[in-house]
T-cell receptor
Framework: DAKTTQPTSMDCAEGRAANLPCNHS???????VYWYRQIHSQGPQYIIH???NNETNEMASLIITEDRKSSTLILPHATLRDTAVYYC?????????????FGKGTKLSVKP | GAVVSQHPSWVICKSGTSVKIECRSL??????MFWYRQFPKQSLMLMAT?????????EQGVEKDKFLINHASLTLSTLTVTSAHPEDSSFYIC???????????FGPGTRLTVT
């Protein structure tokens, strides 16, 4: 079973920030938080990852709580092309040991 | 970023036949690749870990004699679905790690339909 929990679905208005929450209360000290997204009928796409500090890249920002039990992925200006299923995953070494377990994710619908 | 390709992108086959799906890392070498399966409206399920030059490691419940994996080179892994049945119809996705080990690159997936 996935070690994270996410809301099943969310809506966001185009141009507004999309804030996607994730709970990972059982995350261990050496596990990272990874975010991937999957646009319909395509392979997943890496977005961002973090250990305990907040992270930002050209796609998104990742805010991790101090106790590391939850995090939020922020898409600052959502576009229609951001409509996808977003997966929050906890794991070691980027999943190089095959330990990336995908949960059901959050289906984000960006509306005009 | 690194690119992983899959071929074919979709395939329809008759029940009882075998189908081979290729996964290639186009601009990097991948000692380890992963094969996932995704049924409609469900999440990705890891099937097996493909190791270059050695036998694949299968997840519990995945039949290794039915899903044959060969990792012949550092840029190619193949998944052969043998004696396919309609219940094997699914979206098969491979992945590999790029130079930075934290980023797993996924292929575009192969849609298999068994009639």
């Amino acid at each position: 079973d996935a070690k994270t929990t996410q809301p099943t679905s969310m809506d966001c208005a185009e141009g507004r920030a999309a804030n996607l929450p994730c709970n990972h209360s059982t995350i261990s000290g050496n596990e990272y938080v990874y975010w991937y997204r999957q646009i319909h009928s395509q392979g997943p796409q890496y977005i961002i990852h973090g250990l305990k500090n907040n992270e930002t890249n050209e796609m998104a920002s990742l805010i991790i709580t101090e106790d590391r039990k939850s995090s939020t992925l922020i898409l600052p200006h959502a576009t229609l092309r951001d409509t996808a299923v977003y997966y929050c995953i906890s794991g070691r070494d980027g999943g190089s040991q095959g330990n990336l377990i995908f949960g059901k994710g959050t289906k984000l619908s960006v509306k005009p | 970023g690194a690119v992983v390709s899959q071929h074919p992108s979709w395939v329809i086959c008759k029940s009882g036949t075998s189908v081979k799906i290729e996964c290639r890392s186009l601009d990097f070498q991948a000692t380890t690749m992963f094969w996932y399966r995704q049924f409609p409206k469900q999440s990705l399920m890891l099937m097996a870990t493909s190791n270059e030059g050695s036998k694949a490691t299968y997840e519990q419940g995945v039949e290794k004699d039915k899903f044959l994996i060969n990792h012949a080179s550092l840029t190619l892994s193949t998944l052969t679905v043998t004696s396919a049945h309609p219940e094997d119809s699914s979206f098969y996705i491979c992945s590999a790690f790029g130079v930075a080990s934290y980023e797993q690159y996924f292929g575009p997936g192969t849609r298999l339909t068994v009639t």
